[in-house]
């Protein structure tokens, strides 16, 4: 009877492991599907809010490692309505979104911000103040306004916009983050950080720019005390910011932001002396990225490492 017993117990195992590694690679296989967006040419395509770029002349763009579930995805191209469909779970292959509605005033000032806002700050502002008369309720545009007004260091009137925006939509993640940043930028410690977390928990645990923001001010922190020789507090906010590094690389996925953070990522691992940590993060970076151009100067960084810990286990 005890020979039964232990045989059933085993035959349990086995099928519990059996059923669980079948549900694994299954998952597996959900969390690797791909699309390829078809619309306009040299639109660009936001997933989950992350920005995965622009499409080619052909009006398409392959985004990869999807993960599981039904996502939002967001279109815009100059000229054109922004359009904003959800992406089902079941969804991959080539996905199809018409944009053929003109853009209203309000809208077309507000592409032209976007476009002048890398390097045109005073113009932009311009433009987006004149989308947000046109629509006084524009919120993307208080979003952009608040943006360019942190970089050219008009703090103030950066979280006034942020304000606005927030009466639009209140507890929003986005503008939550862009304040956390604002803060940031004043050296307001206490609120950057208090911020960036009340921005992911309005974003339910999904929000890369704010995870990021809490990882940068961490290294920066630990920077600033390996600069004073603090390497006790360097090595704890080394700490923190690898732990904020981790999500905000997740979170990002395939899109181009990930290719920087990625890397930044695998610093915090070097500078506490972690190799092989740092080595599981270049990994998984060439895993996403395997023929980019930083990919030939990520493989050097590998080998690097692994060079050094072959001399640190020689007598």
């Known amino acids: 009877m005890r020979l039964r017993f232990y045989l059933l117990i ?8 059996a059923v669980s590694a079948q549900k694994g690679k299954a998952a597996a296989q959900t ?32 985004i990869r490692l999807i993960p599981a579930g039904a996502h939002e995805l967001r279109v815009r191209a100059d000229g054109f309505k922004e359009i904003t469909q959800n992406l089902t779970a079941a969804q991959k292959g080539e996905v199809e979104i018409p944009l053929t509605e003109k853009a209203d005033e309000a809208e077309l000032a507000f ?3 976007e476009k002048a806002s890398a390097r045109e700050k005073e113009k932009a502002r311009g433009f987006y103040k004149k989308a947000i008369e046109l629509r006084p309720k524009y919120f993307e545009a208080y979003i952009g306004l608040a943006r360019v007004l942190a970089d050219e260091g008009f703090k103030k009137e950066a979280l006034e916009a942020v304000a606005q925006a927030r009466k639009i939509r209140p507890a929003n993640a986005e503008a939550s983050a862009i304040e956390g940043r604002i803060y ?12 960036f977390k009340r921005s992911i928990r309005e974003g339910k645990g999904f929000q890369p720019e704010a995870h990021t923001g809490l990882a940068l001010f961490y290294q920066e922190k630990a920077e600033l005390a390996a600069t004073s020789g603090d390497f006790q507090e360097e090595e704890i906010n080394y700490e923190e910011a690898a732990k904020w590094f981790a999500p905000a690389v997740k979170q990002l996925g395939a899109s181009p932001d990930a290719v920087v953070i990625s890397q930044l ?17 270049y990994e998984d970076f060439l895993k996403v990225f395997p023929d980019i151009t930083e990919s030939t100067a990520v493989r050097s960084f590998i080998v690097q490492l692994k060079k050094q810990m072959s001399e640190q286990l020689q007598p």
Do not use: H
């Not at 940031?184 to 911020?195: F, I, N, P, R």
């Open 111 to 113: 592409q032209e911000a």
């Open 10 to 17: 085993f035959c349990l195992i086995f099928a519990v492991e």
């Open 31 to 62: 969390a690797a599907r791909s699309i390829t967006v078809i619309t306009q040419p040299n639109a660009t395509v936001w997933l989950r809010g992350v920005n995965y770029g622009t499409t080619d002349e052909s009006g398409k763009l392959l």
């Open 265 to 281: 990522y695998g610093v915090v691992y070097e500078k506490m002396n972690r190799p092989q940590e740092a080595i599981k993060v």
């Open 184 to 195: 940031k930028l004043e050296g307001d410690e206490k609120k950057a950080v208090e911020t």
